[in-house]
């Protein structure tokens, strides 16, 4: 925190500070032309909340079906639920054995994932356990009951270490559909009944296995995922889509706001 007195002490730069009419005029150029960029970043923030709604209602409505359109049918009666084994942050390498910390699944992970961000020693994951690509990895704690069933599909070449706030699942179901079934409103309304609540809410493996899920032909599955993977680019991604574009236009902003702050230095008087 900075103190007033530190404060009061900084130096800013006043352009032409013996002419103030002129200077008044520099300093609210250079106000427009900041508000120009923050207005604009404003609106594609504006846009990206509401795409993130259309991509929530379109998500939740191609992941509902009429009765008896498809199956439904329970998780646990159509796979296996596998908890992981616990290690903690400290045990977190820079290289090694792939891994998923059950923190990392609210910051880092999304619908699907082929890397790890994090690895533990090769002697440490071989008492651990690990998920297999096609798997579909929850997370079974959180601080809300928000947070808690997001699955990620692991799609990655090598088997990752699952933490033990976590949970993978093997079943012959598109694995990222299953990942996006689990955002749902009403995949979160059935889990909800399951959750104990405390300091830390969780959920155990029957909670999940009760959750009934709608099961078209694998082919009905993939064309579901391809759809909802262009909207996941458009609102999530940050090499495409909305984040990237909200991401440029601040490195513009702050390139210029740099730049229209750079005035040349007074010349220091040597005594």
């Not at 939740?60 to 992981?84: A, H, K, N």
């Not at 009905?220 to 440029?248: C, H, M, N, W, Y």
């Not at 601040?250 to 702050?261: A, G, N, S, T």
């Amino acid at each position: 925190m900075i103190g007033i007195k530190k404060l009061s002490s900084y130096k800013f730069p006043i352009p032409c500070p013996d002419n103030p009419e002129k200077s008044l005029a520099i300093q609210s150029e250079i106000v427009r032309i900041l508000d120009t960029f923050t207005a604009l970043t404003a609106e594609l923030t504006a846009e990206l909340s509401t795409r993130k709604k259309q991509y929530n209602y379109y998500r939740d409505q191609l992941l509902s079906f009429e009765d008896g359109e498809v199956e439904w049918r329970t998780l646990g009666e159509l796979g296996v639920l596998i908890r992981g084994k616990r290690f903690v942050k400290t045990d977190i390498i820079p290289k090694g054995v792939p891994c998923i910390h059950y923190g990392e699944m609210y910051t880092h992970y999304s619908i699907w994932a082929d890397k790890a961000k994090s690895y533990i020693s090769t002697e440490l994951a071989s008492k651990l356990r690990k998920a297999t690509y096609g798997d579909v990895v929850f997370v079974s704690a959180g601080e809300t009951i928000a947070d808690i069933g997001r699955g990620t599909a692991w799609l990655g070449d090598e088997d990752v270490v699952i933490h033990d706030a976590c949970f993978f699942y093997k079943s012959s179901l598109n694995p990222k559909y299953v990942a996006y079934f689990s955002r749902t409103n009403f995949f979160h309304d059935q889990i909800k009944k399951s959750i104990s609540s405390g300091k830390i809410s969780a959920i155990n493996a029957k909670g999940l296995e009760k959750v009934i899920i709608p099961v078209p032909s694998p082919e009905a599955q993939a064309r579901i995922v391809a759809i909802l993977d262009k909207f996941d680019t458009l609102t999530s991604s940050i090499t495409e889509g909305l984040p990237r574009e909200i991401a440029l236009r601040q490195k513009q902003y702050e390139h210029y706001r740099d730049l229209l702050f750079s005035f040349p230095k007074p010349e220091v008087a040597i005594d």
